[in-house]
């Protein structure tokens, strides 16, 4: 069974221009979690899918990031425009739905450098 | 609200030497578990192991064991003569009960460097 996928896996942009991350998760995984961790801090939530409904996005820094997950399956995340503090490694993770814990699954993460 | 702090950024070792990563958390929630991810240099979170708030057993795996003591909150790890490859960031974490499992909160991680 595959993994939870990322793409691209480094993107280097500068100031102002714009980019879209995107993610699938594991087959059949309702859970879609969307995590960032900016050099020598800790691992901050973004944002939570269930299918394609948002479930919480109170991790989300700013109106410049838009997130969707459009059929429920995969998940974009873009950031428009990029500024200097949004470079960092955008991990997504993705779990079975239910009311008790399910592990999340990570991606190998995204790697955004803007200069 | 929840937290875990790691108060060590980064430890360097020797090879073959024990060493002791500490993880402390905050939480209300009555059931929780915790976590240890590692992170190589690739870059990918890796699971290591996972803890049930009512669950204080030490667990031993090779040359990792984890030391939960909810007296003090601290879920600690220790790698028992270490190797070069254990070189990487670790992060402890924790998802809590009343938010429904579904958030993580990680702790800033810790580098650690193992030298041959």
């Known amino acids: 069974e595959a993994g939870v996928t990322q793409f691209p896996s480094h993107s280097v942009i500068e100031k102002g221009q714009t980019v879209t991350l995107r993610c699938d998760p594991i087959s059949g995984h309702d859970n879609l979690y969307w995590y960032r961790r900016v050099m020598g801090k800790e691992i901050k939530f973004l944002l939570h899918f269930v299918k394609e409904s948002k479930q919480d996005e109170s991790g989300m820094p700013n109106n410049r990031f838009l997130a969707e997950r459009t059929g429920g399956t995969y998940s974009t995340l873009k950031v428009q425009p990029a500024e200097l503090e949004d470079s960092g490694v955008y991990f997504c993770?993705?779990?079975?739905?239910?009311?008790?814990?399910?592990?999340?699954?990570f991606g190998p993460g995204t790697r955004l450098t803007v200069l | 609200a929840q937290k875990v702090t790691q108060a060590q950024t980064e430890i360097s070792v020797v090879e073959k030497e024990d060493v002791t990563l500490d993880c402390v958390y905050e939480t209300r929630d009555t059931t929780y578990y915790l976590f240890w991810y590692k992170q190589p240099p690739s870059g990918e979170l890796v699971f290591l192991i996972r803890r049930n708030s009512f669950d204080e057993q030490n667990e031993i795996s090779g040359r990792y064991s984890w030391n939960f003591q909810k007296s003090t909150s601290s879920f600690n790890f220790t790698i028992t003569a270490s190797q070069v490859v254990d070189s990487a960031v670790y992060f402890c974490a924790l998802i809590g009960g009343n938010s429904g499992y579904s958030t993580l909160t990680f702790g800033k991680g810790t580098m650690l460097l193992v030298s041959p």
């Open positions: 993770a993705s779990s079975h739905f239910g009311t008790i814990y399910n592990e999340q699954f």
